[in-house]
Each structure stands twice: as C-alpha cells, then as structure tokens.
C-alpha cells in the first residue's frame, strides 16, 4: 500500500447490489466521492450511480491503474474475462479483494502478476442497510496491513470477523447464504399467519418485528439461543406444541442439510476454476 498517498483509493469492479452497497457505506463512513471509482458493463447503470453517488464510472484498466485497492464484485462464472484485463495492468502495489463466492485466492495469485496481495472476503446482502456479516481471509502475498484495510472498508456497511480461507466455503454456506433462510422462513410464518385468517399486512406486521426483536436479544443478552427459546416454551403450551411439529417434520435436520448444500455448491464454483 502506498502510505504517502495518504487513504488509498478504493475503485469496485462490479457496481451490483453489493458493489453499489459497499460504495453507499463507504461514502456515509466518511470517504469522499473522489476517492471511489467504479466499472459496470451497463452505461445506463452507471449514469445511474454516478448520479446518484457522485462517484466516477470507470473500465477495468483506468481503474487498475488509478486505485490502490481493487475489489472484485462481479459474478463467479464472470471472472475469468475480468481477470484477462486486470493480468497486464495490475501490480504488487495493488491490494486485490475478492467478494466472488466460491473463487479462491490462489485463482487470482495465479492469474495476476507475481506478488500481487489478495484478499479473500465474503460478506451478505444486508450490507444493503449496514448490517453486514464479512468474513475475511489473506491470500498469499497479503499482510496484516492489507488485512487491517479491508477490515476497516468492510466495517462501514457491517461487521468483520478473519477467517482461515479453509472455512471460507462454510462462512459462505452460513451466513453469505444465510440472509435468504431467514427470509424463506419469514415469509413461510407470513403465510401461516394468513392461513389462520390475519390479513396479509398483520401477519407482514407480526412477524418482522418478532423477527427483528429476537435478533436484537440474540446480540445484545450474550444468552445461547437455547435458553431464550427455552423462556418462550411454557410447559404444555403453544409453542412447545409449535416445537414438536417442527422437530417431526425434521426441520433441524433440512436447515443442516440446506447450509452442507450450499457449501458444497461454494466448493464447486472454486473447483470450476482450477487449472485442467
């Protein structure tokens, strides 16, 4: 990184949902629109958030050339052309950082010149409205100040933790993925609630504050979410009755089995991209 340029500039190949939120977090934590490139393959999409940021659309070489931190956010199966125009501009001083599900670091140390740092990271959608969960790994050639940049980008949309790059296919299946789980199974309890004759709005109502109330206990008590279901579950009451059906369906065991799916699937974008 090149300490005397003081705060590095950050350019985002890929302006998609997490690349636009990764620059609208990055401009309400403090960064100037100046300091932010982007690339999209879509003009009217960048009119757009050029209009809307003030931040300066770009290509792929004008940004590598330009900022000393590139973060890939374009699609796995999207890579391999992206990494075919960053090969012949991009260099060591380069911090590389990969939001591409799946793809390992050793895919881009191989495909970019010697010595280039990457930076493996795995955030979710809710970075959306600044409730990101980030995971972070180094690659190779990345250091802890590399590792320190990123934490301090990610951590302006949500929270980071670091991670060995081994558990990365299991951060993505838990909690990259894990946004829709809780959403399928909101919008599941939505459905019971019209089932039992609430209107939509009601059952819409109850649920996502119920939701977003037993979130807030999971952060803020520190209690294991046993104990707190525990407290819900009266001897002989509704929710144990509630419990039991969901134990019977084998509910439990279709969630485990839905995250090992997804892992799986983590694990096969990476190998897709393994020299033959």
Not at 114 to 131: C, D, F, S, W, Y
């Given at each position: ?32 629109a ?12 960048s009119?757009?958030?050029t209009?809307?940021?003030?931040i ?10 330009t900022?000393?931190?590139l973060?890939?956010a ?9 990494l ?27 495909r970019?010149p ?18 990101a ?42 909690s ?5 789980y ?11 609630g019209?089932?039992?004759g609430?209107?939509r ?49 084998g ?9 090992e799916?997804a ?7 990476g ?6």
């Open positions: 990184m090149t300490e005397e340029k003081g705060r590095p500039t950050i350019a985002v190949l890929g302006a998609g949902k997490i690349g636009e939120a990764l620059l609208s977090g990055l401009l309400h934590g403090g960064r100037q100046d300091e932010l490139l982007f690339t999209e393959r879509y003009p009217e999409r009119a757009q958030l209009s809307a940021y003030g300066r659309a770009t290509d792929v070489p004008t940004a590598a050339k900022a000393d931190v973060v890939v374009v699609k796995p199966q999207d890579i391999e052309p992206l075919d125009e960053l090969a012949p501009v991009v260099d060591a001083e380069t911090l590389v950082v990969s939001l591409c599900a799946g793809l390992p670091t050793s895919l881009f140390e191989r970019l010697a010595g280039v740092p990457v930076v493996r990271a795995m955030p979710n959608t809710p970075m959306l409205v600044g409730e969960m980030s995971a972070i790994s180094p690659g190779t050639h990345a250091e802890a100040e590399h590792l320190a940049v990123v934490e301090e980008m990610l951590s302006t949309v949500g929270k980071v933790v670091r991670v060995p790059e081994a558990q990365q296919d299991a951060v993505t299946a838990l990259g993925s894990g946004p829709a809780f959403f399928f199974l909101v919008e599941a309890m939505i459905d019971a019209i089932l039992l609430l209107p709005a009601v059952a819409e109502a109850l649920i996502i504050q119920s939701a977003v109330g037993a979130a807030t206990m999971l952060a803020q008590t520190g209690e294991h979410p046993v104990i707190l279901r525990e407290a819900v579950t009266s001897p002989a009451g509704t929710t144990i009755s509630a419990i039991r059906e969901l134990e019977k369906h509910v439990r065991a279709a969630l485990i089995a839905a995250i799916a892992r799986d699937r983590s694990r096969e974008l190998a897709a991209h393994e020299p033959g």
